[in-house]
Structure formats: structure tokens, C-alpha cells
T-cell receptor
């Protein structure tokens, strides 16, 4: 089946630094990728929708200048958390939509801890 | 706007007992409905989904769900719980179009005791 990978799987960074998270579709092309955030013991909340070659669409309340999304190719989207703060500590999960069949597949998630 | 309500944030059952996790949705168009399972520190795994056609959907690990339009429900069931079923379960809805994102419920933690 289709596989979506995320890198890194776990990252610890200091407050004020930036962290980049990659989401790759390994065996299919994805024009659309979605970024979710999940706080401990809570549900997944959609942050933004990333379309290849165009600007991402952010959900209400999500700072686009803080969470930079780049979808430069049909197999890669990146989320950069800029000037990270402890409250940004969360589980970030991406989902990629298969160009061919329209199905969506989830990545394994990236756990970010900001100290 | 679409939304999902999962009744009961925590469900506890004994091994071998029936599992019932409740999900109600709100959607202005015919919905696509999903159930995902998440084990600690892991990503989401699709259990089953309803798009069109048969309203009783069978998924992996012995789970099934029934789409009831009149009740706007998509409850997840399993006849006999196993210890390995202990996890977090999320119900999600998408308003048809494949390009739109899934909207998730708050999740239900399933505990299974021996």
C-alpha cells in the first residue's frame, strides 16, 4: 500500500530555534498534503492544506509566518516551525492525497519537544 | 460545516466483551466517514471507511461500522475485544470531495482488561 514518511520522527530543540519537518509520499504523487497537529490526549487539528506549486491554505488561528509550509514537488512537503516555543511542542502529522486515486494516507508523525 | 462527535472519551471493556465506540457526524452533503486507530507514539492506521454503497462496512482486526443516515451515526463495533485493541480511536468525516481534509472527532480511549 501507499506509504507516507515523515522525518524526523522525534526532535528536541531549544526555544527560539527553527525546526523543519519533512513529509514524503514514497510510492505515489501527491498534489495535496495536509498538516495536522495533535496535542497530548487530544484529537488531530488541521493546520493547513498544502498544494504543490502554490501557497498553502491555513486554518483559522494558525500563524502562517510561524508555520511555514513548502510543497515544492509532488512527493515532498515541508513544515518549518520558526522561532519555536514550548507551547509548540506537539505531535505533527501529515497526510498526502494520492493524485491517481484520490485516497489519503497518513504519515507516522513527528514529535516535537521545545525546551 | 462538518463536524464529528465521539460520545465517551474513555471506554473500558473486558477481554471477550463487545466493543462499541460511538460517533455522530454533521455534514451538509453526503459524507465520507472513517475510523482510525492510534497506538501510543504512533501515527494513524485506517480501520475502515464508508464512502457509498453498503452501509455496513467491515474493516481490519474484526472491526465493523454501520452508516445510519437517519441517525447521522457511524458507530464502531467489534464482537469480542482483545487486549491488543487497547488504543485511541478516532472517527473522521470528509465532505465527499477527495481533495478536502478530514475532520476528526476528539477520540475515544479504549481500555481492555483481562
Amino acid at each position: 500500500g501507499a506509504v507516507v514518511s515523515q522525518h524526523p520522527s522525534w526532535v528536541i530543540c531549544k526555544s527560539g530555534t527553527s525546526v523543519k519537518i519533512e513529509c514524503r509520499s514514497l510510492d505515489f504523487q501527491a498534489t495535496t498534503m495536509f498538516w495536522y497537529r495533535q496535542f497530548p490526549k487530544q484529537s488531530l487539528m488541521l493546520m493547513a492544506t498544502s498544494n504543490e506549486g502554490s501557497k498553502a491554505t491555513y486554518e483559522q488561528g494558525v500563524e502562517k509566518d510561524k508555520f511555514l509550509i513548502n510543497h515544492a514537488s509532488l512527493t515532498l512537503s515541508t513544515l518549518t516551525v520558526t522561532s519555536a516555543h514550548p507551547e509548540d511542542s506537539s505531535f505533527y502529522i501529515c497526510s498526502a492525497r494520492d493524485l491517481g486515486g484520490g485516497k489519503q494516507y497518513f504519515g507516522p508523525g513527528t514529535r516535537l519537544t521545545v525546551t | 460545516a462538518q463536524s464529528v462527535t465521539q460520545l465517551g472519551s474513555h471506554v473500558s471493556v473486558s477481554e471477550g466483551a463487545l466493543v462499541l465506540l460511538r460517533c455522530n457526524y454533521s455534514s451538509s452533503v453526503p459524507p465520507y466517514l472513517f475510523w482510525y486507530v492510534q497506538y501510543p507514539n504512533q501515527g494513524l492506521q485506517l480501520l475502515l471507511k464508508y464512502t457509498t454503497g453498503a452501509t455496513l462496512v467491515k474493516g481490519i482486526n474484526g472491526f465493523e461500522a454501520e452508516f445510519k443516515k437517519s441517525e447521522t451515526s457511524f458507530h464502531l463495533t467489534k464482537p469480542s475485544a482483545h487486549m491488543s485493541d487497547a488504543a485511541e480511536y478516532f472517527c473522521a468525516v470528509r465532505e465527499g470531495q477527495a481533495g478536502t481534509a478530514l475532520i476528526f472527532g476528539k477520540g475515544t480511549t479504549l481500555s481492555v482488561s483481562s
